[in-house]
């Protein structure tokens, strides 16, 4: 149970409320949202289970888990790589996730000042370009948000944090249905346009960058490819069934995110706004339904403080590996890595709350600082460590042992084999390849 929270809350995040819709949008719809749910069950649900399957045997942090469990099969201690580049990558996220977590807080204020009452999507839009265009408000959220992460993992993922998840996850799945259920009941027909932008093929809209988009979104939000889930997996007993396990928090996840959808792009039709909004979306179109329905100023503090909760449950989980590795590779005691680590990865989150901002027209192959680290991690990094993994776990460790571990028929099994060394690598592999030609 404690693990499943663990887990669960790693996963769900910003990545399931705030950037599942968004890309959605931007992507066209319908051919981004079904390649994203193909991808979390056919890519990503095998990988989580790798991931869980090496973390258990290795019972270390994610490069020595690698090294060892490299050695133990017999080849090449390299494989380490995996685990480096991971946690390379957990970090980079963090100073962007660290940015729009503080967004997230600050909307709580903002919500519960009133800000919204009555407003249309003209008014959302203007507060959020407003606050997109205050370094200082940007930057002290972003500092609150990287503090308090840090001082959770500095206390050691404790116990508290655990038992508050248990009333702020249910509470945002909640309140979620209790928006889908609104949009649907205000927006009217823009709720049926909301449904087949989100569900009716739309094949004129797939192309090699929504794809590639999706993917690596299936990552992101199932928190794969930076050796977290490897790191959750060493506390995983032996009797665990780990693909029942994957497949609850594989469903878990896709629920928070089509809910998501399902109560944001009903407003966006409704009030004439954008889909392709970008990073804004969910911040322009809440506030609106919040600042509209009876007791909207209650719901939307309550649920921006879910999102802030969830985000940190996910955002604790991004700077645990850097953490564990400069306490094991240098003197540093837990304090000292932590606020080691928090400065350096705070201090590239400020110059991605600039490109907000002051440098937005600082840009390098025409994306600005944000654009490009989320590019670099989702579109690059994650999928080329899930590759490495399930490239690992299919051709390198030995497969009889695996087959007794997951407890698969000999039938089953071959499905399995067939996907992990087969389908997984050469799907991956295509995408990386199509998306650098893009
Ligand atoms: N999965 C989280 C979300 O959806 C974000 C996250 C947490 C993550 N840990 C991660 C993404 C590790 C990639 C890798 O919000």
Same mark, same amino acid.
């Given at each position: 149970m404690g693990f499943m929270l663990a887990a669960a809350g790693s996963a769900v995040g910003l990545g399931n409320i705030w950037k599942f819709p968004y890309m959605a949008g931007q992507m066209g719809g319908s051919v981004f949202v079904l390649t994203y749910l193909v991808c979390m069950f056919v890519i990503g649900l095998p990988i989580l289970v790798t991931e869980w399957l090496i973390g258990r045997r290795g019972q270390k942090n994610p490069i020595h888990t690698m090294e060892d469990v490299a050695k133990a099969e017999g080849r090449s201690a390299n494989w380490r790589w995996v685990g480096i580049i991971g946690v390379l990558g957990s970090f980079l996220i963090l100073s962007f996730y660290s940015v729009i977590g503080g967004w997230a807080t600050d909307y709580i204020f903002l919500a519960g000042k009133g800000t919204f009452l009555g407003m249309n999507g003209e008014g959302?839009?203007?507060?959020?370009?407003?606050?997109? =265009?205050?370094?200082?408000?940007?930057?002290?959220?972003?500092?609150?948000?990287?503090?308090?992460?840090?001082?959770?993992?500095?206390?050691?993922?404790?116990?508290?944090?655990?038992r508050?998840?248990?009333?702020?996850?249910?509470?945002? =799945?909640?309140?979620? !249905?209790?928006?889908?259920?609104?949009?649907?009941v205000v927006s009217g027909p823009a709720f049926g346009q909301a449904f087949s932008f989100l569900f009716t093929p739309n094949w004129s809209a797939l192309t090699g960058e929504a794809v590639l988009a999706a993917l690596g979104h299936a990552f992101f939000s199932l928190s794969l490819g930076m050796g977290i889930m490897m790191a959750y997996g060493s506390y995983l007993g032996k009797d665990v069934n780990l693909i029942s396990t994957a497949r609850t928090v594989v469903i878990l996840d896709v629920i928070v995110a089509i809910l998501s959808g399902l109560a944001i792009f009903p407003l966006v039709f409704a009030n004439g706004l954008q889909p392709g909004k970008g990073a804004g979306l969910i911040f322009v179109t809440l506030p609106i339904a919040f600042g509209n329905m009876?007791?909207?100023?209650?719901?939307?503090?309550?649920?921006?403080?879910?999102?802030?909760?969830?985000?940190?449950?996910?955002?604790?989980?991004?700077?645990?590996?850097?953490?564990?590795?400069?306490?094991?590779?240098?003197?540093?005691?837990?304090?000292?890595?932590?606020?080691?680590?928090?400065?350096? !990865?705070?201090?590239? =989150?400020?110059?991605?709350?600039?490109?907000?901002?002051?440098?937005?027209?600082v840009t390098l192959f025409g994306k600005n600082i944000f654009d490009l680290l989320d590019y670099f991690t989702s579109k690059l990094m994650l999928p080329l460590t899930g590759l490495g993994t399930i490239i690992f776990a299919g051709w390198m460790m030995n497969q009889e042992t695996i087959r007794r571990e997951l407890n698969l028929s000999p039938a089953l099994f071959a499905g399995w084999k067939f996907l992990c060394r087969i389908v997984i690598p050469i799907a991956v592999i295509f995408i990386l390849i199509y998306g650098f030609m893009d």
């Open positions: 959302t839009n203007r507060i959020f370009s407003e606050f997109l =265009g205050s370094v200082n408000h940007l930057l002290i959220w972003h500092t609150v948000f990287m503090f308090a992460t840090a001082v959770i993992v500095a206390m050691g993922v404790s116990g508290g944090l655990e508050s998840c248990k009333i702020m996850m249910p509470g945002l =799945g909640l309140l979620l !249905i209790g928006l889908v259920v609104y949009a649907a009876t007791g909207g100023t209650i719901l939307g503090v309550l649920f921006f403080i879910f999102l802030t909760f969830a985000a940190l449950t996910s955002s604790i989980s991004l700077l645990e590996p850097t953490v564990e590795l400069l306490e094991e590779k240098t003197p540093l005691g837990r304090k000292s890595a932590t606020l080691l680590s928090s400065v350096v !990865i705070w201090a590239l =989150g400020v110059a991605c709350v600039l490109s907000f901002n002051e440098w937005q027209n």
